[in-house]
């Protein structure tokens, strides 16, 4: 295949074939193989990001829990920007290649006198037309501007992951050491605010100042080593040459707008991803059906029957085998989650025996009156034994429903876990979890 640029074709007459513009993009190939290879790639990654952190965020504890969904939200950014530039540049690249083969199709140009139009229209019609070699380039050039764009804009997203990670790395690491995690989120945005201050400080100094700094000045070449040592962990322009010279050809003020807008439209897909997986019914779909929120009576919810949950999930709420129940017994299992219960269960650990078995029981009674479960509005007279199910990463209480005196019809279960504000907090106590089932 012969590139674009290259000399005049010959048509199937023997005449030459029309010249196209000699400066489309030589990389106009390889765009479209790396969109091409990758966009769908791209795509199947968003896929399969959301529901693995759907699954994965409640069975972190507070600390990891924030850093991830942060990481996570970075991470889908980068992606989500990469997918929408090369969709674009696929679709803008596929509106060039029609406009290249209607011109060899068509190498005379527009032919207004064959068009069923009025004087006044063909004569704005000519007026406005743009001959094909112009709008060929065009559309080549923004089919390219667009595929550097999303690669540049994506890549603004790595140093601001690394910095993240690497700051909640160490300060995790000094509050673990001295043995006081709550001040975690404190000292995060402390260290990511001590990690930045000093870039819009100096930003800020050589903007309004700079001019009048005398070369060699001590303080002209603190801010030039200020700004070479932020170059080197990635905050400069010149480690992103894609944007930066995008930016000095529309303008500082344009292309901060654009950058901006397609940052925004990406976190905000990534955010919502996530957001969607985490709810059953989806966005919008069910707006006048009655509220499915936990605890509310006369509602059978998938979540709580394992035989209606998808395969290999790891629910949060408490849940039946299924909802009719058959033979003896019945296990009510009811998950441990990192993120809600980590605290009372290490607040059970606290003067333990030194016996390994006296001590696994005491903690089994400890965190296990933190629980109340009702079956028809009576307390259910059956002790809970730990649960384990190494196949779904799920750890909690297994309680054994007895069956066999139960008459037929509907029955109801009513569990409180245990509470998950924090100790002062005035938010509203969340209601407990109802799960009916049939005999």
């Given at each position: 295949?012969?590139?674009?640029s290259?000399?005049e074709?010959?048509?199937?007459?023997?005449?030459?074939g029309?010249?196209?513009?000699?400066?489309t993009?030589?990389?106009?190939?390889?765009?479209?193989l790396?969109?091409?290879?990758?966009?769908?790639?791209?795509w199947?990654?968003?896929?399969?990001l959301?529901?693995?952190m759907?699954?994965l965020?409640?069975?972190?504890?507070?600390?990891?829990?924030?850093?991830?969904?942060v990481?996570y939200?970075y991470?889908?950014?980068?992606?989500?920007m990469l997918?929408?530039?090369?969709?674009?540049h696929?679709?803008?690249?596929?509106?060039?290649?029609?406009?290249v083969?209607?011109h060899?199709?068509?190498?005379?140009?527009?032919?207004?006198?064959?068009?069923?139009?009025g004087?006044?229209a063909?004569e704005?019609?000519q007026?406005?037309?743009?001959?094909?070699?112009t709008a060929?380039?065009?559309a080549?050039?923004?089919?390219?501007?667009v595929?550097?764009?999303?690669?540049?804009?994506a890549?603004?997203?790595?140093?601001?992951?690394?910095?993240?990670?690497?700051?909640?790395?160490?300060?995790?690491?000094?509050?673990?050491?001295?043995?006081r995690?709550?001040l975690?989120?404190v000292?995060?945005?402390?260290?990511?605010?001590?990690v930045l201050?000093?870039?819009f400080l100096v930003?800020g100094?050589?903007r309004?100042?700079?001019e009048?700094?005398?070369?060699g000045?001590r303080?002209?070449?603190?801010?030039?080593?200020?700004?070479?040592?932020?170059?080197?962990?990635?905050m400069?322009r010149?480690?992103?040459?894609?944007?930066?010279?995008?930016?000095?050809?529309?303008?500082?003020r344009?292309?901060s707008f654009?950058?901006m807008?397609?940052?925004?439209?990406?976190?905000?897909l990534?955010?919502?991803?996530?957001?969607?997986q985490?709810?059953?019914?989806?966005?919008?779909?069910?707006?006048r059906?009655?509220?499915s929120?936990?605890?509310l009576?006369?509602?059978?919810?998938?979540?709580?029957?394992?035989?209606?949950?998808e395969?290999?999930?790891?629910?949060?709420?408490?849940?039946?085998?299924?909802?009719?129940?058959?033979g003896?017994?019945?296990?009510l299992?009811?998950?441990?989650v990192?993120?809600?219960?980590?605290r009372?269960?290490?607040?059970?650990?606290?003067?333990?025996?030194e016996?390994r078995?006296?001590?696994?029981?005491?903690?089994?009674?400890?965190?296990?009156?933190?629980?109340?479960?009702?079956?028809?509005?009576?307390?259910?007279?059956?002790?809970?034994d730990?649960?384990?199910d190494?196949a779904?990463?799920?750890r909690?209480?297994?309680?054994?429903?007895?069956?066999a005196?139960?008459?037929?019809?509907?029955?109801?279960?009513?569990?409180?876990?245990?509470?998950?504000?924090?100790?002062g907090?005035?938010?509203?106590?969340?209601?407990p979890e109802?799960?009916?089932?049939w005999?």
């Amino acid at each position: 295949m012969h590139p674009p640029s290259s000399p005049e074709t010959e048509s199937r007459t023997g005449e030459p074939g029309p010249r196209l513009p000699g400066r489309t993009t030589p990389t106009w190939e390889m765009e479209l193989l790396l969109s091409g290879a990758t966009v769908f790639t791209l795509w199947q990654v968003v896929g399969w990001l959301a529901p693995f952190m759907a699954e994965l965020l409640p069975r972190l504890d507070a600390q990891l829990g924030m850093i991830s969904g942060v990481l996570y939200v970075y991470l889908a950014t980068a992606v989500i920007m990469l997918g929408l530039a090369f969709a674009l540049h696929l679709a803008l690249r596929a509106y060039w290649v029609g406009l290249v083969g209607m011109h060899s199709v068509f190498p005379a140009g527009l032919r207004p006198e064959r068009l069923r139009a009025g004087p006044i229209a063909r004569e704005v019609l000519q007026r406005r037309w743009v001959d094909m070699d112009t709008a060929i380039e065009r559309a080549d050039n923004r089919a390219t501007i667009v595929f550097g764009l999303g690669v540049g804009v994506a890549a603004v997203v790595l140093p601001i992951t690394l910095m993240v990670a690497v700051v909640y790395g160490l300060v995790l690491a000094g509050c673990w050491l001295a043995g006081r995690l709550d001040l975690i989120p404190v000292l995060f945005l402390v260290g990511v605010g001590a990690v930045l201050a000093p870039f819009f400080l100096v930003t800020g100094i050589d903007r309004w100042w700079g001019e009048r700094l005398a070369p060699g000045s001590r303080l002209r070449r603190a801010l030039a080593a200020c700004f070479s040592l932020y170059a080197r962990i990635g905050m400069s322009r010149e480690t992103n040459p894609l944007v930066a010279l995008y930016a000095s050809h529309v303008g500082e003020r344009r292309s901060s707008f654009v950058v901006m807008g397609m940052l925004l439209l990406s976190v905000t897909l990534a955010a919502y991803s996530l957001s969607w997986q985490r709810n059953d019914l989806g966005p919008g779909n069910y707006g006048r059906f009655p509220e499915s929120a936990a605890g509310l009576p006369g509602t059978v919810d998938g979540e709580h029957y394992a035989s209606l949950q998808e395969p290999d999930e790891s629910p949060n709420s408490p849940f039946l085998p299924a909802p009719v129940l058959r033979g003896r017994y019945a296990p009510l299992v009811v998950p441990f989650v990192p993120s809600l219960h980590r605290r009372h269960l290490a607040g059970c650990e606290a003067g333990l025996p030194e016996d390994r078995a006296e001590a696994r029981q005491a903690l089994l009674d400890c965190y296990a009156a933190l629980h109340e479960v009702r079956l028809d509005g009576q307390p259910l007279p059956v002790k809970p034994d730990f649960y384990l199910d190494p196949a779904r990463n799920l750890r909690g209480l297994v309680y054994m429903l007895p069956l066999a005196d139960m008459p037929p019809g509907r029955h109801e279960l009513e569990v409180r876990l245990p509470d998950p504000r924090e100790p002062g907090s005035k938010a509203n106590p969340p209601r407990p979890e109802r799960i009916p089932f049939w005999r």
